[in-house]
Nanobody, 122 residues
C-alpha cells in the first residue's frame, strides 16, 4: 500500500523561504504525479500546486510566482519550494499522489500524506 511522508514544515518569518518534501513509497506498477494542498484553520482544503502527467506544472493563483513544485522521479520525492511567504500561507500542507485511472485495476490508488504544518509569523 502506498505511503506518503511529508517533511520540512516549521515556523518561518514573513518573506522567508521553506522547502517541503514528500517521500513516496509503495507503488510497484504505476507512475504517479505529486500535488500539494493546504488547509488553514476553519477553512476548506485547497489546491496549491501540482505536477501534471506530462511533467508540466500548475499553481493556484495565490502562490503563482512564489512557490515552485517539482518531482524527483528517481528518488520518489516531491518538493514544494516556498518563497516570499506571508501569514496567509500558514496552514497544514498535504501532498497527494495522482495516478492514471488504469492503475485502479492494478490495485494502486492515489493517496494523501499526513500533513506538515507551516506557520508564518514574525
Amino acid at each position: 500500500q502506498a505511503q506518503l511522508t511529508e517533511s520540512g514544515g516549521g515556523s518561518v518569518q514573513p518573506g522567508g523561504s521553506l522547502r517541503l518534501s514528500c517521500l513516496v513509497s509503495g507503488y510497484e506498477y504505476c507512475s504517479y504525479n505529486v500535488s500539494w494542498y493546504r488547509q488553514a484553520p476553519g477553512k476548506e482544503r485547497e489546491f496549491v500546486a501540482g505536477v501534471n502527467a506530462d511533467d508540466s506544472t500548475r499553481y493556484a493563483d495565490s502562490v503563482k510566482g512564489r512557490f515552485t513544485v517539482s518531482q524527483d522521479f528517481f528518488k520518489n520525492i516531491g518538493y514544494l519550494e516556498m518563497t516570499s511567504v506571508t501569514p496567509e500561507d500558514t496552514a497544514m500542507y498535504y501532498c497527494k499522489t495522482d495516478l492514471p485511472d488504469i492503475c485502479v485495476s492494478l490495485g494502486e490508488l492515489g493517496t494523501w500524506g499526513q500533513g506538515t504544518q507551516v506557520t508564518v509569523s514574525s
